[in-house]
């Protein structure tokens, strides 16, 4: 039997009753039959399999640098729904449930793009998770914490989505450049590699450079062939279409990235580099000790910075706006 993600919950309601709802999701993390998926997810190639296997080496590496666990996820867990069945989720490839305990995917057409959407999911289920009973008319159970993102107790408002997907992604990043020296992504890499050079002034339909540092997969597409995939991106250069995986959230990455630019700039005497400030995000996000993260941004830019960056989540071009005049 597995253990949920769910490590408290919080609430006006007995301990018992919250030993009862962690055993719920103890049991939903077993149970991954759910009739919504019958004839839209597949079974999972032995590609996937061992990009799973290694996801989980990975991100539990990760949790022992925070003297967390190891936390397996099953591969019954994450769920690969074909390619002419994936719902339209804003746009999103992928997504982890809490409240069902698992992750579905569309089908990707690469190992690169399997790699990087799992790993990203699992950072987020293996992160600090947390459950509450909302304070409201009719309580219910919802999520409270994930990882840096924080939900009010009426359920109604939702607080550092960007942080969290921005540090998310970033840990990804850094996580599947450890993996690429595995056998399964030589021909991928070595394939972008060669795209990149053969056609390296290729642009995005929105007409931005196709191959940047965010750039992890690209193949040449057959125009005979080409369906309209939901959230896919595609370049053209001198005629020839070329599908390309980029990593995600770069605006939040960017507001993200600029932020730590300014609390290091003025904390040099507490850190040594950026990537120490850094470090701090990705500590709270995965042990849910953002106390630190709130001390020091308020303690640098004055009391209410935190909540202020939160509060402007809906409001990206706000946000960046913000974090920049700080």
């Given amino acids: 039997m597995?253990?949920?993600?769910?490590?408290?919950?919080?609430?006006?309601?007995s301990d018992a009753e919250k030993e009862n709802i962690r055993r719920e999701f103890d049991d939903q993390f077993d149970d991954q039959a759910f009739e919504s998926l019958v004839?839209?997810?597949?079974?999972?190639?032995?590609?996937?399999?061992?990009?799973?296997?290694?996801?989980?080496?990975?991100?539990?590496e990760l949790r022992k640098e925070h003297g967390l666990a190891d936390f397996d996820i099953?591969?019954?867990?994450?769920?690969?729904i074909k390619e002419d069945e994936w719902p339209q989720y804003k746009g999103a490839s992928a997504i982890y449930v809490s409240s069902l305990q698992g992750v579905v995917l569309r089908?990707?057409?690469?190992?690169?793009?399997?790699?990087?959407?799992?790993l990203h999911e699992m950072v987020h289920f293996k992160s600090y998770n947390a459950a509450q009973v909302t304070k409201s008319e009719q309580p219910e159970v919802?999520?409270?914490?994930?990882?840096?993102?924080?939900?009010?107790r009426d359920g109604k408002a939702t607080y550092f989505r960007n942080l969290n997907e921005a540090v998310t992604e970033e840990i990804t990043i850094e996580l599947m450049y450890k993996a690429l020296h595995d056998p399964l992504f030589e021909k991928e890499i070595q394939q972008t590699e060669d795209l990149g050079n053969r056609y390296p002034d290729?642009?995005?339909t929105e007409g931005e450079p196709l191959f940047d540092d965010d750039t992890y997969y690209a193949r040449l597409v057959d125009k005979t062939t080409l369906k309209d995939k939901v959230g896919r991106l595609f370049g053209t250069e001198r005629g020839r279409k070329i599908s390309v995986g980029h990593f995600t959230y770069r605006r939040e990455r960017k507001m993200f990235g600029d932020l730590?630019?300014?609390?290091?700039?003025?904390?040099?005497?507490?850190?040594?580099?950026?990537?120490?400030?850094?470090?701090?995000?990705?500590?709270?996000?995965?042990?849910?000790?953002?106390?630190?993260?709130?001390?020091?941004i308020d303690g640098t830019f004055g009391k209410g910075t935190l909540r202020?960056?939160?509060?402007?989540?809906?409001?990206?071009?706000?946000?960046e706006k913000f974090v920049k005049s700080l």
């Fill in 39 to 60: 004839g839209k997810e597949r079974e999972k190639t032995p590609e996937e399999l061992r990009i799973i296997t290694l996801a989980n080496q990975l991100t539990n």
């Fill in 202 to 204: 290729a642009v995005t």
């Fill in 308 to 319: 202020k960056i939160g509060e402007l989540d809906s409001d990206i071009d706000a946000q």
């Fill in 74 to 80: 099953p591969a019954q867990n994450i769920h690969i």
């Fill in 260 to 296: 730590i630019d300014k609390i290091f700039e003025r904390n040099t005497q507490k850190f040594h580099s950026g990537d120490e400030v850094g470090a701090l995000f990705a500590k709270g996000l995965m042990t849910g000790d953002i106390l630190p993260i709130g001390r020091l």
């Fill in 142 to 152: 919802t999520e409270y914490r994930g990882g840096l993102q924080v939900n009010t």
């Fill in 107 to 118: 089908e990707q057409e690469a190992n690169l793009g399997s790699l990087e959407k799992i």
């Fill in 2 to 13: 597995g253990y949920s993600s769910f490590e408290r919950v919080v609430g006006s309601v």
